[in-house]
């Protein structure tokens, strides 16, 4: 189809086809353009619009695109606008029901950035496939971990983990494989015919070479406290189907074995095997082999039952989450990585990197390293090979680590919170969105009189799983990395009270500079901004204050999100300003700028 001077578009669908249609200044009539049928359609299935102009984004919305199901009722959807401006993606919320009639619809509102419209509004039927059919269509992986010369734990009665973990193995094989399912066992029996230095990669390929959807591993649990006990799953904390994933077979193994939930947790860096599969991959803890109780538990059959049973559950429910019809981009880049910091900093290599894809979109992506020790206490420049699958090329990370010095010029400006789990104080405002608003505003003033600003974050990164802890050691390291003569933390202060309120600033006992530095700031934001003044504070029990190497470190609590007088203030940018005014004015004249 030839389109001049007018606005085209299509739906991307199992199989690309047009879905005609053109944008002028012409009213659209109020019939529907039919648009044909699509069948079989995943349950799951994200509708991908494109146009050949950029679109108007305030025209889509749920009023001009929307999913109809067989009574006429909308299905809510999320709608997405490409990061090229020329398409619209558009996703349920929930899965479509099986063996259902649907329709989307394209309404003549929809215009582009310059103006034009659709002449005719236009819809697209699709019918949902049935359950047994989008079964068929998944492959997925069970690792039962160890195996051969590996026994795995071994509890003190000699009950080994690789049998555990085996025979739970073949239990959700077979359940899966009665749905329908396509399964592949990384082992089916003990007799394994790799060796040890060669597991990780065989495992990994067994699920890669065979383009799994889902990878499941089945292991059991050990620790030096005998009383340990109960369930885990790990997941990839970058990829939130694994999280779903993990979560669902979780709720379920609980639910049908009615043991201890100890929860779903990040996948910590040396479980390399949930770090290396293109399937969305988790790990499952059946219990504690060093817990004699446990391990009778874990031996017994109705509980190796019931705990298949759970993981099968889990993965059924989970099953559609992921739309295996859509052709998967591969990866067409990775950058290398540089790191810096200081000697005797905390660092541990990355998990995941950003790996830029063939459809232009960038996804984080499991990687691992050739080397897993990081020695920071020796200066010196250290390289690390990263192998992340499906992309032939190594990923280099190179980690130089300096001797520590202070640069004068330096300043550390660190909005509190808004990393991880991190997420701070929730009231009027949250605590992390207003610590970098001013963060970044208390930055821009102080780089306009030439100093060399250090930000722990520019963004919101509530969404790259760290931990509390991780969260502050980040921040830390890279004011150390810099060498930054100053750390300033910007906080806001909550209570169960909502009549406390006011500002405070702490710092670090027994350090001149330190308390030169918060009275400066804390006296600036009483005159600047007009709160009450709570005074200097104790510092000494901050972990910034006891692990950053700056000369002098504070944290102001710019008020009480849980006040209302407070949150006014922290509400109006014009506050804002003063506050970040109030701040930067106190660091600068502490560092005899002004």
């Known amino acids: ?68 199901n067989e009574n006429g009722g909308k299905v809510p959807v999320e709608l997405q606008i490409g990061s090229e401006g020329k398409t619209v993606i558009v996703t349920p919320l929930k899965s479509y029901d099986y063996e259902k009639k649907y329709k989307i619809i394209l309404k003549d509102g929809i215009k582009s950035k310059a103006g034009k419209k659709l002449i005719k509004s236009a819809k697209l039927d699709f019918t949902i496939r049935n359950k047994e059919d989008e079964y068929k269509s998944y492959t997925v992986c069970i690792d039962p971990g160890h195996g051969g010369e590996d026994s795995g734990y071994v509890s003190p009665y000699g009950l080994k983990e690789k049998s555990i973990n085996l025979s739970v193995a073949l239990k959700v094989g077979k359940m899966l494989e009665e749905k329908g399912i396509n399964v592949i066992y990384t082992r089916k029996d003990d007799d394994i015919p790799w060796n040890s230095n060669e597991d990780l990669n065989y495992r990994i390929g067994m699920a890669n070479n065979n383009n799994a959807d889902y990878f499941v591993s089945i292991h059991c649990n050990y620790s030096d406290n005998p009383s340990e006990n109960g369930i885990e799953t790990y997941y990839r904390n970058w990829d939130p189907i694994s999280q779903s994933l993990g979560k669902a077979i979780q709720d379920e193994v609980i639910n049908n074995t009615q043991g201890r939930n100890r929860g779903i947790k990040p996948a910590l860096s040396e479980q390399e095997i949930l770090l290396g599969t293109k399937a969305h991959a988790i790990m499952v803890n059946l219990g504690f082999m060093s ?30 989450l992921s739309d295996n019809t859509k052709q998967k981009p591969t990866i067409s880049s990775i950058k290398n990585i540089s790191e810096t910091i200081s000697t005797g900093s905390s660092y541990t290599l990355p998990t995941f990197v950003q790996a830029t894809m063939s459809d232009g979109s960038v996804r984080k992506v499991g990687v691992i390293w ?24 190594q990923v280099m990370l190179t980690l130089n680590v300096r001797g520590y010095s202070i640069n004068s010029n330096v300043v550390t400006i660190d909005p509190g919170h808004g990393m991880g789990r991190d997420t701070g104080a929730v009231g009027g405002v949250v605590e992390d969105e207003v610590a970098l608003k001013v963060g970044l505003k208390v930055g821009s003033i102080l780089e306009s009189h030439g100093v060399d600003v250090i930000y722990t974050r520019k963004t919101d990164q509530r969404s790259n799983g760290m931990s509390v802890n991780e969260s502050l050691q980040k921040r830390v390291d890279v004011s ?45 934001i009483i005159k600047e901004v007009g709160t009450y003044d709570r005074g200097l504070k104790d510092g000494n029990w901050l972990y910034l204050v006891n692990n950053s190497k700056a000369t002098a470190t504070v944290l102001t609590e710019l008020g009480f999100v849980t006040n209302s007088s407070d949150v006014a203030k922290l509400k109006s940018d014009a506050y804002l300003d003063k506050y970040a005014r109030a701040i930067a004015n106190g660091i600068l004249k502490t560092m005899g700028k002004i």
């Open 1 to 68: 189809m030839r389109c001049k001077k007018k606005w085209c578009f299509l739906i991307v669908a199992i199989a690309v086809f047009m879905f005609l249609g053109s944008f002028n200044f012409v009213k659209a009539e109020e019939v529907y353009e039919d648009k044909g049928v699509e069948l079989n359609v995943h349950s799951k299935k994200s509708w991908t619009v494109k146009f050949n102009n950029v679109v108007d984004s305030n025209t889509i919305t749920a009023e001009n695109i929307f999913v109809l």
């Open 480 to 524: 150390n990395a810099a060498g930054a003569r100053y750390f300033v933390s910007i906080h806001c202060n909550s209570f169960g009270n909502a009549y406390a309120n006011g500002t405070e600033t702490l710092y670090n006992v027994g350090n001149a500079e330190s308390k030169k530095l918060a009275l400066a700031i804390q006296n600036n």
């Open 291 to 320: 817990n004699a109780q446990e391990t009778n538990i874990l031996a017994d059959s109705d509980f190796q039952y019931n705990a298949a049973l759970g993981i099968t559950r889990g993965i059924l429910n989970s099953l559609n």
């Open 370 to 393: 050739n080397n897993k020790n990081v020695n920071t206490n020796t200066a010196g420049t250290y390289t690390y090979k990263g192998k992340v699958a499906g992309y032939p090329q």
